[in-house]
């Protein structure tokens, strides 16, 4: 590496290029030799403002977008987005088709970048979990999980049991509660409104659970530095107990309603296939690697809540299709439900401490990694401190940076038609992506 510039990895690790991109993009560090170099953030509209993390950085000369074009006799475009007909965040997908069948697809982020991880460098360090947890709104307890986990390393401090396990118990509601919405989605875009409407329902379930967990339907303002900010009372946790039996009896018969229609398995079984060679090459992370066959799930390795040391299976099915993506959430609801009904009973017999206070300042030139299993997949908080102990970097690396790559790559050589469903397949983030 020279001057503001270094060797591009893509060519060696195809799954860089868009973390390249990014670097690109925030920094100003240029990947010599990356083989489709595009800005990924900051588009034209941005004009000449310099490099938003590099400190007294030349403002880049041209900011100009060129999408891939596929040449040949009767290949032509179709542009959607980035403003879509539903409520659905803003994407740009540039389809190059032959007749029906779709050659290529280039999408295009960034439409929704707020400067996330330069205002985390801003503020005070005990009110990052705020910024964090806005990151994505369906990934709240995951991201607010991810800074606690974070800024915990930094100090030698034992986390109350009590904590360890309400917070294992947010992770698990909110995988299934966003677990359920996507399969519910999924039966949406296949015309299987009955299953979807039972979905939305059981939906409801999960979220009640949320609340009485945390008080609050999408689990903001619960876990923090320390620990969580509320004793989850005994009535409470008997109460979820009840709705964990009851979601159980009530989702059962609609999954097998759902897997037994033929209609509805022959619209996602062999559609949307990756295989698992590509999904090694790309990173793909979460439900999407697991789909692939790859046992990539960071409860059995990363130490947060009170993981790895459970006895978890991992769910995974080898087709790499959009079936298979649908029956790795299916399992893992059932998972997600037996470990939250295990952590509520141990909350139970645990003692009333669910915080500890740290202190008031971090430590000097030190740096932090949390990683966490969202309902997405490998979720990454990297945090960094100056001489004066303030964070001069704060960096988060959602699941969907991963496995955008994955929904280009799936709806290869299928029809336009296949695409809404093998994009709700992957259910990814695009304020996740745009930070």
Request: hydrophobic share 40%.
């Amino acid at each position: 590496m020279s001057g503001q510039s270094y060797p591009s990895l893509t060519r060696l690790i195809p799954q860089a290029h868009w973390f390249e991109r990014t670097v690109w993009d925030m920094f100003g560090l240029f990947p010599e030799g990356h083989p489709r170099l595009k800005h990924t953030h900051l588009h034209e509209t941005y004009g000449c403002m310099p490099y938003p993390l590099a400190e007294g950085s030349a403002p880049p000369s041209d900011r100009a977008y060129k999408f891939l074009e596929v040449e040949g006799d009767g290949v032509y475009e179709i542009p959607v987005g980035p403003i879509h007909a539903g409520i659905i965040e803003p994407g740009h997908f540039r389809f190059s088709c032959y007749g029906e069948v779709i050659v290529n697809l280039e999408i295009r982020l960034g439409y929704v970048h707020r400067g996330v991880e330069k205002r985390l460098t801003e503020i005070p360090w005990a009110k990052t979990r705020f910024v964090a947890e806005a990151t994505a709104s369906d990934m709240a307890a995951a991201n607010a999980l991810a800074n606690a986990t974070a800024l915990e390393s930094f100090f030698d401090v034992e986390i109350p049991r009590r904590a360890l396990l309400l917070r294992t118990a947010a992770a698990e509601v909110e995988r299934v509660a966003m677990h359920i919405c996507d399969l519910g989605g999924l039966s949406t875009d296949v015309g299987f409104l009955g299953i979807a409407s039972s979905m939305s329902r059981l939906r409801g379930i999960a979220l009640a659970m949320s609340d009485l967990l945390s008080g609050n339907r999408f689990l903001r303002g619960f876990i923090c530095p320390g620990g969580v900010t509320r004793s989850v009372e005994k009535e409470s946790i008997d109460e979820i107990r009840k709705a964990i039996i009851r979601l159980k009896e009530e989702l059962n018969p609609v999954v097998e309603l759902y897997l037994d229609n033929q209609v509805a398995v022959d619209r996602m079984d062999g559609i949307g296939r990756i295989s698992r060679k590509l999904a090694c090459d790309f990173g793909l992370v979460g439900v999407a690697a697991r789909g692939c066959g790859l046992p990539n799930d960071c409860r059995k390795y990363s130490s947060y809540a009170t993981f790895p040391n459970r006895d978890l299976p991992i769910a995974v099915e080898d087709s790499g299709d959009i079936l298979a993506r649908a029956k790795v959430r299916i399992a893992e609801i059932a998972t997600s439900l037996d470990l939250l009904d295990l952590c509520l009973q141990e909350v139970a017999d645990t003692t009333a401490v669910s915080r500890v206070q740290l202190p008031s300042q971090l430590p000097a030139g030190r740096s932090s990694l949390a990683i966490v299993e969202s309902h997405r997949g490998e979720l990454i908080h990297l945090v960094t401190t100056d001489d004066a102990g303030l964070i001069n970097r704060y960096c988060i690396k959602d699941p969907s940076v991963n496995n955008w790559t994955g929904v280009a790559i799936a709806v290869r050589s299928h029809v336009v038609a296949d695409f809404p469903l093998c994009n709700k397949s992957f259910s990814l983030s695009y304020s996740g992506h745009d930070l």
